[in-house]
């Protein structure tokens, strides 16, 4: 393993970025990139949406669903538009990607999916 610089953070920060990014398809041929947010932005927006949590989602989604130059491709109000299958494919995606749950948790969670569809 080797120890980084203060110099070379910077430019391992870019590459961090680029490996906790995920491509979610929403239609064959249609995708948009499901991204982890800063620290200090999921700080932020974990704050912002304390008092709300019936639409903290919704903002996740919004927040960390992005096009190839890093604008935000809906607002909070047209994530909680879309059908429920492409919202829970991409809260899935920003869940994973931001490590908003343990690895036990998706993996008891995933545990439990396959034990109900037996």
């Known amino acids: 393993m080797q120890i980084i610089s203060k110099d070379q953070f910077g430019e391992l920060l870019d590459s961090l ?9 929403l239609m064959p041929e249609v995708g948009v990139n499901v991204i982890a947010l800063s620290a200090a932005a999921a ?16 903002a996740w989604v919004a927040a960390c669903c992005v096009d190839d130059e890093y604008n935000k491709v809906f607002t909070t109000e047209e994530v909680g538009k879309l059908p429920s299958s492409v919202f829970r494919k991409l809260s ?5 990607v931001n ?20």
Do not use: P, Q, R
């Not at 970025?17 to 398809?25: A, M, S, T, Y």
């Not at 700080?43 to 919704?58: I, P, R």
């Not at 998706?106 to 396959?114: D, F």
């Open 17 to 25: 970025f680029e490996h906790d990014k995920e491509v979610v398809e």
């Open 99 to 118: 490590g908003l749950l343990s690895n036990t948790s998706v993996e008891e969670a995933e545990k439990n999916s396959e034990e109900a569809e037996s």
């Open 43 to 58: 700080v932020g927006l974990s704050e912002e949406t304390k008092d709300d949590e019936g639409n903290a989602m919704y």
């Open 92 to 96: 899935d995606a920003v869940i994973k």
